[in-house]
């Protein structure tokens, strides 16, 4: 009967197709990526820290202690002992350690990513079917499968950010059906995410503050997530290391303090204390500011930019991001822009709501103006919120009619979708469609689809001759592959302090030369990575420390002691004097 009963919901029946589609594109992208050797250094710590958990040492990680401000600020070396927590507290993957101790792999990584996005948009449906009609519920789950903020970090590597949307949704969910006990779950699930996701559940505190639904619940919430990254920030995560002062907080917020070394209490004080400063980051730069809302906005067809709930709860997490500085603030296709998504979509879902309640209280079946057991009791007798009529709103047994968008609306919002999907695509975005698109036009940087795999056929047979216990040195793209293993680092670092704190060099070193080659061409990074890691190369290889064992393609591997092979060197010397034009 339930088979019968979800065939004839025709609604539903789009928004699971759309799920498939989204699930299945991003995976075949993703995994092309990961395999074609585009997934980087990220990707690399996140495998590095659950490959270490399935052995015991929960959240140490190599990858990130080169990362660390005592690697980078103050000269010392790397140690495998390093814990992560001192850099991002993101206790809440170890839910998902039981599956990665099933299937060890990089991949298992990127398959959770895009289940648990997926699995958002579904949850996003049922949230906005207590309020609205079906159709308009299921045009809303399409528009987060649209979104680029959505697409763009699914895309890319694995971050703890993509549990952000997920958790929120059914939070919301929890909220508006009056299940307390699993509104708390999931509040202290949002804060085990990462230190600053607080900020995300502060804005869901203030709406429900705001909008007079749950006063007092709301105060709860704000307190103790402002509390939460006080008490993480200043106490517990310095107790591992001091990233979050003196790394973290100088780079995105250094200009709001004074030296080289702030608390998160320090710049708040610094914004509050230099208002103009404040406004001057706020709305600086001016054009990429307003160009990062609309292409949040873009995918709701710009309802969020009028919706009073989007600002209420979205508006936390914009405003940390535009108060910072760095190109990463304002980049709609990474991580940090999945953090703005769940308030947006929720303000646009009441939004709609209202455009049918009317503003008649009596219409309410189930909805918001039901009596709760927690957080009811400030409710007045005739609630007239100030952000949303939430309160009046009819709940999912009483859909509003008058909700539906005109049929001019809706094909404007069809348009949104796909302009949408339109810029995702060619914004390339974590190079996911190099395949397709080239990376630079001028000068052109393009590598085929053939061409990418026959590298990779090549690059293969370099990396099983390193065994899986062996310490390794890789440049960017081929951490990932090689992560899951006690002792790794990012070429041109070769040096780490092992379990026995003594120092050592890596056994193995791999580089893919051809790669950087083709695209410094256009992009200074690769550019200058070159040029650092060749010179290096041939050094080591000139004084026998490291022997040249395999040359394929561009790609070298060398081995600590080992006494290089005669053709591997030749083929290395006439790589090297085609690339000599470059490293001058």
Not at 117 to 140: D, K, M, N, W
Not at 504 to 522: S, T
Request: with cysteine; proline share 6%; glycine share 8%.
């Amino acid at each position: 009967m339930n088979f019968l009963i979800w065939q004839k919901n025709k609604p539903l029946k789009v928004v699971v197709w759309a799920a498939i589609a989204f699930f299945a594109a991003c995976l075949l992208l993703t995994l092309h990526r990961y395999y074609s050797f585009y997934a980087d250094y990220d990707q690399g710590i996140f495998n590095q820290v659950f490959w270490n958990g399935t052995h015991g040492r929960m959240f140490e990680s190599s990858l990130s202690s080169a990362l660390s401000t005592n690697v980078v600020h103050n000269d010392q070396l790397p140690e495998v002992f390093y814990y992560r927590l001192g850099q991002h507290f993101t206790p809440a993957l170890m839910l998902w350690l039981p599956i990665y101790a099933l299937f060890p792999s990089p991949v298992t990584l990127t398959v959770l990513q895009v289940t648990l996005v997926t699995a958002a948009g579904l949850v996003l449906y049922a949230l906005a079917r207590h309020y609205l009609e079906p159709q308009l519920s299921a045009a809303i789950a399409i528009s987060f499968y649209g979104a680029n903020a959505v697409i763009g970090p699914t895309l890319g590597n694995f971050h703890d950010i993509c549990q952000i949307p997920l958790y929120v949704f059914s939070l919301l969910l929890a909220m508006e059906k009056r299940k307390w006990s699993i509104f708390g779950i999931l509040a202290v699930l949002i804060l085990a995410v990462r230190e600053d996701s607080g900020i995300i559940l502060f804005g869901v505190g203030f709406y429900m503050i705001l909008s007079r639904r749950y006063p007092r619940t709301g105060l709860v919430v704000c307190a103790l997530s402002f509390g939460y990254i006080v008490v993480l920030t200043n106490l517990i995560m310095p107790l591992f290391s001091a990233d979050i002062s003196q790394r973290f907080m100088i780079e995105r917020f250094g200009q709001y303090a004074e030296g080289d070394e702030a608390s998160t209490l320090q710049i708040l004080w610094g914004m509050v204390s230099n208002p103009f400063r404040l406004l001057g980051e706020l709305f600086t730069p001016f054009g990429g500011t307003l160009k990062y809302l609309l292409g949040q906005w873009l995918p709701l067809a710009f309802v969020p930019a009028v919706a009073p709930a989007s600002w209420a709860i979205a508006g936390f997490p914009l405003l940390k991001l535009f108060l910072g500085k760095g190109v990463s603030v304002l980049a709609i296709n990474i991580r940090y822009a999945m953090t703005v998504v769940p308030g947006l979509f929720y303000g646009a879902i009441l939004w709609w709501a209202e455009r049918g309640s009317g503003g008649a209280l009596e219409r309410g079946s189930g909805g918001a103006g039901e009596r709760g057991r927690w957080g009811d009791e400030n409710l007045p007798s005739n609630p007239q919120p100030p952000l949303s009529s939430a309160p009046q709103l009819p709940g999912p047994s009483a859909p509003s009619l008058k909700s539906s968008p005109s049929l001019r609306f809706q094909r404007f919002w069809a348009f949104c979708i796909c302009l949408s999907l339109f810029f995702t695509f060619t914004s390339n975005p974590n190079r996911t469609f190099s395949f397709i698109l080239p990376d630079a036009l001028d000068p052109l940087v393009y590598v085929s689809l053939t061409r990418q795999w026959q590298h990779v056929s090549q690059m293969r047979s370099l990396l099983n001759r390193i065994p899986s216990d062996a310490s390794v040195a890789a440049t960017n793209y081929i951490v990932p592959h090689l992560s899951s293993r006690r002792e790794i680092l990012r070429f041109p670092m070769l040096e780490l302090r092992n379990d026995a704190r003594e120092l050592v060099k890596m056994e193995y070193l791999i580089a893919d030369l051809w790669q950087l080659q083709q695209y410094q061409v256009a992009f200074k990074r690769e550019r200058g990575q070159l040029r650092a890691i060749a010179p290096l190369i041939e050094q080591l290889s000139s004084s026998g420390e490291y022997g040249i064992i395999g040359f394929q393609d561009g790609v070298i591997l060398m081995q600590k002691g080992a006494v290089s092979e005669p053709n591997f060197v030749t083929q290395w010397k006439a790589f090297h004097q085609q690339i000599e034009p470059i490293l001058k």
